[in-house]
């Protein structure tokens, strides 16, 4: 099922980086739970998770986006990511992605934190 968490997160990091509604909505079944922490409400449904997205969305040309994956449990995925932005700031993240059949997440759930180990840039 590696093959199914490549495919979703290549849909990921495209509504990353187009904000599309279409594409957002593409990724989440209708009744999914989006997670920004583990400890939060979700937001629910594609109606809640797109007014999410837009209210956190980043711009599409500001960040750059690494990642592998660390397992799966069945149709439970754990990826580890970096994110690092045009300002300095990197980002550690930790997600899990719980796929059904159609490849469309019915739960995500993030976790991330601040990088203490920043990119060497000609100013450092």
Avoid: C
Wanted: aromatic share 12%.
């Amino acid at each position: 099922m590696t093959g199914a968490i490549d495919r979703w997160m290549d849909g990921y990091v495209r509504a990353w980086s187009t904000n599309a509604p279409d594409d957002v909505r593409a990724l989440f079944t209708e009744s999914a739970e989006y997670r920004t922490a583990p400890w939060l409400e979700p937001a629910e449904g594609h109606d809640a998770i797109l007014a999410m997205w837009e209210r956190t969305a980043d711009e599409p040309d500001d960040h750059g986006f690494s990642w592998h994956l660390l397992g799966a449990d069945g149709g439970r995925h754990f990826v580890q990511g970096r994110t690092t932005y045009a300002d300095g700031r990197v980002y550690e993240n930790l997600w899990v992605v719980d796929l059904v059949d159609d490849g469309r997440a019915s739960a995500f759930t993030e976790w991330y934190m601040e990088s203490a180990s920043k990119p060497l840039g000609p100013n450092a």
